[in-house]
C-alpha cells in the first residue's frame, strides 16, 4: 500500500504539472509488485480546491500561454484513469472543480461531514472538466449529475456520502486512516485477480472518459474566450454573485 500526497496547501490548486506529477508516480506504482493499493491524500485545508482560474486570467491577459503547447491536463488525466492499481480518495476538505474530478476519477472515495464537493463549472461560466461529464453521473445518477453540474451547489460530506458520492463516511481527523484501512483489505486479495478484475471493469469506462474529455476540453476552449466565463471567475475571486449576460 502506498500514500500519494498533494502537497500545495492550503488549497492544492491543480495545474497540468501537478496532475502529470501524480500519473508518473501512480504508473511507477503500477510496476512494484509489493503495492496492492493506493491512497490519494492531501496536506492543508481542502483536499483540493480545482485550478487556479484566477491566475490563469491573469497569464493570459498578459499574452502568456497558462499552459504549455501540446500539454493539456486531460492527457494527464487520462494517464490517471489507465493506471492499474486501486486508489481510494481521502476527502478531509474540499473537493472543487477539477479537484471533484480528480477525487471522482479514483475507485473509492472516504470523507466526513465538515468535507465539501462542488461541480462549480456552471456557476463560473464554465463547462464541467476532468472527465465528470461521465464519472459523476456513474456514482449519482444523471439526474443528480445534472443538478450538482446547472447549480454548482456545493454538498457536504454527509449528502455526498448518501448521495453515492463518497464509499465511507467517518470523523474528519479519521478520513486518512480509514482510507489506508480500506486499502489495506484490497491488499489482502489476490492481488493479480484483483488488477484483472478493475481491468474489466474499467475497459469500457477508460473509453469513454476519453470521449469525455476530448468534449469536454472543446466546449471549455470556446467557454473561455466569452464574457461570461472572465466574469464568473472575476466574482468567484471577489466573493460576489456574478452577472452574467449570455455573452
Known amino acids: 500500500m502506498a500514500v500519494v500526497e498533494l502537497r500545495r496547501p492550503p488549497n ?25 493499493a493506493v491512497v490519494l491524500a492531501a496536506q492543508g485545508k481542502h483536499f483540493c480546491a480545482g485550478g487556479n ?11 502568456e500561454k497558462f499552459v ?24 478531509h476538505g474540499s473537493a472543487i472543480g477539477a479537484g471533484l474530478g480528480l477525487a471522482v476519477a479514483a475507485d473509492f472515495r472516504v470523507t466526513c461531514k465538515e ?21 459523476l453521473p456513474r456514482l449519482v445518477g444523471q439526474q443528480n449529475a445534472k443538478w450538482l453540474f446547472m447549480t454548482g451547489k456545493r454538498i457536504p460530506g454527509d449528502e455526498a456520502h448518501a448521495l453515492g458520492l463518497a464509499d465511507r463516511l467517518v470523523e474528519q481527523d479519521q478520513v486518512r486512516a480509514a482510507a489506508i484501512e480500506m486499502a489495506k ?22 473509453v469513454q472518459f476519453r470521449a469525455a474529455t ?4 472543446f466546449e471549455q476552449n470556446w467557454l473561455r474566450e466569452t464574457n461570461d466565463y472572465k466574469e464568473g471567475v472575476q466574482a468567484a475571486a471577489d466573493r460576489r454573485d456574478p452577472n452574467f449576460t449570455a455573452t
Open 115 to 135: 468535507a465539501r464537493f462542488a461541480a462549480n463549472f456552471n456557476a463560473i461560466g464554465f463547462a464541467p472538466g476532468f472527465g465528470l461529464t461521465i464519472t
Open 68 to 91: 504549455a503547447p501540446g500539454r493539456h491536463p486531460y492527457k494527464e488525466a487520462r494517464r490517471i484513469v489507465s493506471t492499474r492499481k486501486p486508489i481510494i480518495a481521502a476527502v
Open 185 to 206: 483489505e484490497i491488499a489482502k486479495a489476490a492481488p493479480l485477480s484483483v488488477q484483472s478484475t478493475r481491468d474489466m471493469l474499467n475497459a469500457e469506462f477508460i
Open 53 to 63: 482560474l484566477k491566475a490563469r486570467l491573469e497569464v493570459e491577459a498578459r499574452g
Open 12 to 36: 492544492n490548486f491543480v495545474d497540468v504539472d501537478l496532475f502529470s506529477d501524480i500519473a508518473t508516480v501512480l504508473e511507477r506504482l503500477d510496476t512494484i509488485p509489493q503495492c496492492r
Open 214 to 217: 476530448e468534449r469536454e476540453s
